[in-house]
């Protein structure tokens, strides 16, 4: 009888870090880039109980399993691609396709992002500017470099494939670097890094270009985010959890009547 408890606890757990999944989707409902993400729940581990009128075979006819509630099998992000907007910034990039941008931060480090706002900084090491994210990370270019800005230069266009071209007072233009566009084996591997940012890991497989999506100046991704179906799911997962709650209060009131037959 007391399983009934833990099965009922489960539920609430359960949907617990199930609306903090909507929570934190609904909170990024504006974050540009951001990718929802959603709980997935599988069965909790099966036990066998077996009926004394058959035989104990390993899998006697007329077994009877019975689960231990529902556990979360997997927080999972959804791929769908959000909305452009369209901001006029020649620095503002999105990704019109499957797959992501390069940066580096100042130790070195690749992470991975969809896009987004860029800015011209100082590079510090060799007095050079560069591109770089709100948090100074270096947007990289096709051998996985940062990208430098010319000096002079006042404009910036890039084409679909990515090839940047810099205008320069003088009225003259230069070729710059390519913004390279990858995409993985398994896009959903990949682990978030904060900040609409993320690392390769060995779950997310080799890193190839994605050669079938292009780089859009002037426009950025919105988020992808549903708000009237994170809205329809977070009244389902409230009722889920009002009924585990219901089934534990139950359970509990089973219990002390089986305890009170003692007396």
Do not use: C
Not at 28 to 53: E, I, K, Q
Not at 86 to 98: K, S, Y
Not at 109 to 116: K, L, P, V
Not at 229 to 248: V, W
Request: hydrophobic share 35%; proline share 3%.
């Amino acid at each position: 009888m007391f399983e009934a408890v833990y099965m009922a606890a489960s539920g609430l757990v359960g949907q617990q870090r199930r609306l903090d999944v909507i929570a934190d989707n609904v909170a990024n409902v504006n974050s540009l880039g951001h990718r929802a993400n959603r709980a997935d729940f599988a069965d909790a581990l099966y036990t066998a109980g077996l009926n004394p009128s058959y035989p104990r075979t390993p899998e006697p006819e007329g077994n009877q399993r019975h689960g231990h509630g529902v556990t979360i099998a997997s927080i999972t992000r959804e791929s769908r691609q959000g909305s452009f907007i369209v901001t006029g910034n020649e620095l503002d990039f999105a990704i019109d396709g499957p797959g992501f941008l390069e940066v580096q931060n100042g130790a070195g480090a690749y992470f991975y992002r969809r896009g987004g706002s860029f800015y011209i900084s100082e590079e510090p090491a060799a007095g050079e500017r560069g591109i770089v994210d709100s948090d100074g990370y270096f947007l990289t270019g096709e051998y996985g470099t940062p990208v430098m800005v010319p000096d002079g230069a006042e404009g910036i266009s890039v084409s679909s494939g990515g090839a940047l071209e810099f205008k320069l007072t003088d009225g003259s233009a230069v070729t710059g670097d390519t913004l390279p566009v990858y995409t993985f084996v398994n896009e959903m591997g990949l682990d978030s890094a904060g900040a609409d940012r993320y690392v390769r890991t060995d779950i997310s497989g080799e890193m190839t270009r994605a050669l079938d999506s292009g780089v859009i100046s002037g426009s950025v991704e919105s988020s992808n985010v549903d708000l009237a179906k994170e809205m329809t799911n977070m009244i389902r997962a409230q009722r889920a959890f009002s009924l585990a709650a219901r089934a534990l209060t139950t359970a509990d009131d089973m219990e002390g009547l089986a305890n009170a037959l003692r007396k």
